[in-house]
């Protein structure tokens, strides 16, 4: 398993952007399907986006695709999560997770290892 700790979460007004970062500890970094979730309150946690462990396959959930981004530094051992035109809907919890598995999955009982997540808040 990998530590995850995530940051950047914060207040933002609707359109706005914020970038999310996850620094994971360990030398296997490059070997983990990197994954975002996001729970809102009240809602179950839900798919965000995820990346192949080069970077050259992505997968995000729809409500995000357009306006999400996710790439990684694998000499940084860091993965990010940029988002822009964000909207109130986009508030929740967000969380970082590793897959230690080869294929991108979305669905959140392939990851073995989570972060403690970063609230993120957009304002209308």
């Known amino acids: 398993q990998v530590q995850l700790v995530e940051s950047g979460g914060g207040l933002v007004q609707a359109g706005g952007s914020l970038r999310l970062s996850c620094a994971a500890s360990g030398r296997t970094f490059s070997r983990y399907v990197m994954g975002w979730f996001r729970q809102a309150p009240g809602k179950e946690r839900e798919f965000v986006a995820a990346?192949?462990?080069?970077?050259?396959?992505?997968s995000y959930s729809d409500s995000v695709k357009g306006r999400f981004t996710i790439s990684r530094d694998n000499a940084e051992n860091t993965v990010y999560l940029q988002m822009n035109s964000l909207k109130p809907e986009d508030t929740a919890v967000y969380y970082c997770a590793a897959d230690s598995t080869y294929f991108i999955c979305s669905d959140h009982a392939c990851y073995d290892s989570w972060g403690q997540g970063t609230q993120v808040t957009v304002s209308s």
């Open positions: 990346i192949s462990w080069s970077g050259s396959r992505t």
